[in-house]
């Protein structure tokens, strides 16, 4: 639910941004971000983010650094979410999430169990879609950082954007290198 004293902005990308420009897209998300504070002075800025590698923690990177706090929105529990990071990556998975102003985890999609996340990629795949479609819903603007390629991969970054353009939230692209063209 969006409220009238918070401003509200959403980040959706690809987790496999290319390592030697991550300062410079963290950067740009700073100014972007800077831009929102400048423009609603009344408003609490609020970054919000699923906390998966690459884009999402570049811009809560970026959020914080600038003295911003934010939410996450999980697609299923923290422990089968794991499941898709690295030892390192959820570590430090772990540490935003516990910094965060708060965390909720979306309701699992149509008959789906927790459980159902343990063992079939396609139902995952699902619940990311839907947790892309909940963070446009409670946004009141969102970030993309996208490589511009159009994907059939259903939940990743091109679905998402599809999706903010169908439910008519305003956006801004930010064209990222991947590593490895991935």
Avoid at 4 to 27: A, L, P, Q, V
Avoid at 66 to 78: I, Q
Avoid at 104 to 120: D, E, L
Avoid at 150 to 179: H, N, P, W
Wanted: a positive charge.
């Amino acid at each position: 639910m969006k409220k009238y004293n918070k401003f509200k902005i959403g980040i959706s990308g690809h987790r496999s941004i290319k390592h030697e420009k991550k300062d410079t897209y963290r950067f740009q998300l700073q100014k972007l971000l800077k831009y929102f504070v400048d423009k609603y002075p009344k408003k609490e800025i609020i970054a919000v983010s699923s906390l998966a590698d690459g884009a999402d923690r570049l811009f809560i990177q970026a959020a914080t650094q600038m003295g911003l706090r934010y939410e996450v929105l999980l697609p299923m529990k923290p422990n089968l979410y794991q499941q898709d990071f690295n030892e390192d990556s959820y570590t430090e998975f772990n540490k935003m999430l516990l910094n965060a102003r708060e965390y909720k985890v979306i309701p699992v999609y149509n008959k789906f169990t927790q459980g159902n996340f343990a063992h079939y990629r396609d139902k995952r795949d699902i619940q990311y879609r839907e947790v892309g479609r909940e963070l446009i819903a409670e946004t009141d603007f969102m970030f993309f950082l996208w490589d511009g390629k159009k994907s059939r991969k259903m939940g990743g970054t091109f679905d998402t954007l599809v999706y903010a353009k169908e439910y008519g939230v305003e956006y801004k692209i930010i064209y990222c290198e991947r590593e490895n063209n991935v």
